[in-house]
């Protein structure tokens, strides 16, 4: 008896061969550049609660390289390299910082001033 699965979600390259291999048949099709995009930042999304959800250093850093092929996918989509990216983030460090002091910003107090 046949049982169907269903995923609708994008997945790595090689996934479909991996299913075959397996003895299981994979029905794919190829997106166009907008649904692309739009299921590059469900997956962000999708590998970014992976991270949070983490319960090890060893699965933390599998998600974070998730993550990471998500972004070099998105960014590639963009016409834009991983260093196009890093080079923002440098920019954007300069001016707003890193967070490599740990601040927890708990809240701020107004003076009265009025803009």
Known sequence: MEKVKIYDKL????I???????????????????EYRRELLWKLQEESNEVVNATSREQ???ELADVLEVLKALAKLEDKSMADIIE???QKKLIKGGFDKKVFLEKTISKGKTK
């Open 16 to 34: 479909p061969e991996v299913i075959e291999n397996n003895g299981d048949v994979a029905i794919t099709r190829i997106m166009s550049d907008e």
């Open 88 to 90: 923002v983030a440098q």
């Open 60 to 62: 933390l850093i599998e």
């Open 11 to 14: 997945v790595r390259d090689k």
